[in-house]
């Protein structure tokens, strides 16, 4: 069923334009802070990234533009901060920037609960873009049954509307084939995307980030090697109910979906899909573009 997020238009900042968030979580070990470095390296795009420890991610010195405190700020824009004030003083000093970031990604710590970090995800001049998990198919098996780490891993893949495989170039085969056991039984309905390389899962990552096409705009075909990206064509105009329907019937396994539909009376409605995460919320004026088809990527059959 399609989400309709509430959208605080009166207090946010930036006339009303809203930040996408991706949270990316996973256990201590599962890779997050070497997707964020890809990330970093690779976009073009002025992106915020939120980190536990500013001092782990090796940021190339020929983009640092400077240090100062627990930032890093980048030559093209990015700025990585830190969240050891907290999660309320990190997301108010990007709302007191006078320009937004095109993204905000928030690196989780190893044993935070996600569902916890959400509501910071959707606070005034932000919106939640889908919860992201890291799964390290080298030692998962083992972590899901033992007393100690077995709650931790639980929760974050309860939260989660995208499970991403790591560490698949180690993994023996049949702690993989065990993984992909576990996974299946315990988040039916959470789409995987198996990827042992850190350029494709950073890809996916940040893919929420505006580019000059507009936020459907998502880059070549083979964008991922084991997925395809298909175009779903919007009746222009299509009534708001039609336009849900659309996305719910989408199959589970999709993994991502963005669009942008016109209404009958004028209002633009933006569509996005990030694993089991689907919500059309109506694009406030900030955000204002013309209507698109519907973008899909889904695994390669």
């Not at 500013?54 to 020929?62: C, F």
């Not at 409605?269 to 995460?277: D, F, K, M, P, Y």
Request: aromatic share 4%; net charge negative; hydrophobic share 45%.
């Amino acid at each position: 069923m399609v989400v309709q997020e509430p959208y605080l238009e009166m207090i946010a900042p930036w006339d009303g334009r809203r930040v996408p968030v991706t949270l990316l979580g996973g256990y201590l070990g599962a890779g997050k802070t070497t997707v964020i470095n890809e990330v970093l390296a690779r976009t073009d795009q002025p992106i915020a990234v939120l980190v536990n420890d500013v001092g782990e991610v090796n940021v190339d010195a020929s983009l640092v533009r400077r240090r100062h405190g627990d930032t890093i700020e980048l030559t093209d824009g990015c700025v990585c901060c830190s969240l050891a004030g907290g999660l309320a003083e990190a997301f108010d000093g990007l709302r007191d920037r006078d320009t937004p970031p095109d993204h905000v990604i928030v690196e989780l710590s190893g044993i935070a609960d996600p569902a916890r970090v959400v509501p910071w995800a959707s606070s005034p001049g932000f919106s939640l873009d889908g919860v992201v998990v890291l799964v390290d198919a080298d030692q998962f098996p083992e972590r899901f049954n033992d007393p100690a780490t077995a709650d931790s891993v639980k929760t974050q893949l309860g939260a989660a509307d995208l499970v991403v495989l790591s560490k698949l170039d180690i993994a023996a085969a049949a702690d993989e084939a065990k993984t992909r056991s576990i996974l299946r039984d315990c988040v039916p309905g959470v789409p995987v995307l198996n990827s042992d390389d850190a350029v494709a899962t950073a890809s996916f990552v940040d893919l929420a980030t505006r580019r000059p096409g507009g936020v459907a705009d998502t880059g070549p075909a083979n964008l991922f090697d084991a997925h395809e990206v298909a175009t779903i064509a919007v009746p222009r105009p299509i009534d708001r109910v039609e336009f849900e329907a659309m996305i719910d019937a989408l199959p589970p396994s999709t993994l991502r979906a963005k669009g942008i539909a016109v209404t009958p009376d004028g209002t633009r409605l933006l569509a996005q899909v990030v694993g089991r995460r689907r919500s059309v919320t109506v694009l406030p004026d900030a955000e204002s573009q013309p209507p698109t088809d519907l973008v899909v990527i889904n695994p390669r059959q």
